[in-house]
């Protein structure tokens, strides 16, 4: 029906937090974009909190899933992942941050939504970075790789207070990138 992804964090001490499900789309096999999910499939997340237990994984551990009547693990990623990207600015406390307090075992900082949150990759091309960045709730990525197709140059992740409102910006975002101009 739909794929998803959960990211959890484990600490040295044993804590362990989840953030909010994103939803994702892959083009070509590549995630284009993904963005929070008003659904919650709390079997999800106890497999990921169990997985991070059982494991005995210190840090992050991203678990996409597929979706039919149930949740199916479609891949483990024991690191920060571009399906989290979202929580930079619609979280509290971003994956990374996360990552550096469960390594150190610091206190974990919530994961809960601040805004509704999304992203979507800048795949092979340099876009008009005008254009985006004309988009309320719009916060530009840069890895400044040379261009070459299929390749992840960047992200935009975008909020907004309504999940209405992060749809329609995602949608602009998308239609500013992609489409010819």
């Not at 988009?135 to 790789?145: F, R, T």
Request: hydrophobic fraction near 40%; charge should be neutral; charged fraction near 20%.
């Amino acid at each position: 029906e739909f794929e998803f992804s959960i990211v959890g964090v484990r600490s040295q001490s044993g804590l362990i937090n989840t953030y909010p499900i994103a939803i994702n789309y892959h083009k070509d096999g590549i995630l284009l974009y993904n963005h929070v999910s008003q659904i919650d499939v709390k079997e999800a997340k106890e497999i990921v909190s169990s997985l991070l237990e059982e494991l005995s994984i210190v840090g992050l551990l991203v678990v996409e899933f597929f979706y039919a009547n149930r949740p199916i693990i479609n891949e483990l990623a024991p690191r920060p992942h571009n399906s989290g990207h979202f929580t930079l600015d619609a979280c509290y406390c971003s994956q990374f941050e996360n990552l550096i307090r469960a390594l150190f075992d610091l206190p974990l900082g919530l994961t809960d939504l601040k805004l509704m949150g999304g992203m979507v990759n800048i795949i092979g091309l340099v876009p008009d970075f005008r254009k985006i960045l004309k988009i309320n709730g719009a916060k530009l990525y840069w890895y400044s790789k040379e261009p070459r197709p299929l390749r992840k140059l960047g992200h935009i992740n975008l909020v907004a207070d309504t999940y209405e409102k992060l749809k329609e910006r995602i949608n602009i975002t998308l239609g500013a990138i992609y489409e010819s101009p």
